[in-house]
């Protein structure tokens, strides 16, 4: 069965950085899209990121745009996100999700929690 499952998250000073990695199984990775979403408290899911299945072709939303890299090792099944110069509002739950076509999502991982404080 698929399974998605990100780490990295945490508790980083405004300024900081992050490294989120997602490892993926049960599907032939190299073969799909893959995407970041966040949702933030009290808010609603905010497409943050994608590259394609080769690791060629990128989207990032406007308000991570040359702060935030998407990556991915399809050698490792993972995917990552580089995140710098990190902001109190990119606190986040950041989820992992394997996109369809139609812009929607059909596997998520469980999620992992961002917090941007001083």
């Known amino acids: 069965q698929v399974q998605l499952v990100e780490s990295g998250g945490g508790l980083v000073q405004p300024g900081g950085s992050l490294r989120l990695s997602c490892a993926a199984s049960g599907f032939t990775f190299s073969d799909y899209a893959m995407s970041w979403v966040r949702q933030a408290p009290g808010k609603g899911l905010e497409r943050v990121s994608d590259i394609n299945s080769g690791g060629i072709s990128t989207y990032y939303a406007d308000s991570v745009k040359g702060r935030f890299t998407i990556s991915r090792d399809n050698a490792k099944n993972t995917l990552y996100l580089q995140m710098n110069s990190l902001k109190p509002e990119d606190t986040a739950v950041y989820y992992c999700?394997?996109?369809?076509?139609?812009?929607?999502?059909?596997?998520w991982g469980p999620g992992t929690q961002v917090t941007v404080s001083s």
């Open positions: 999700a394997k996109p369809l076509l139609n812009g929607e999502y059909d596997y």
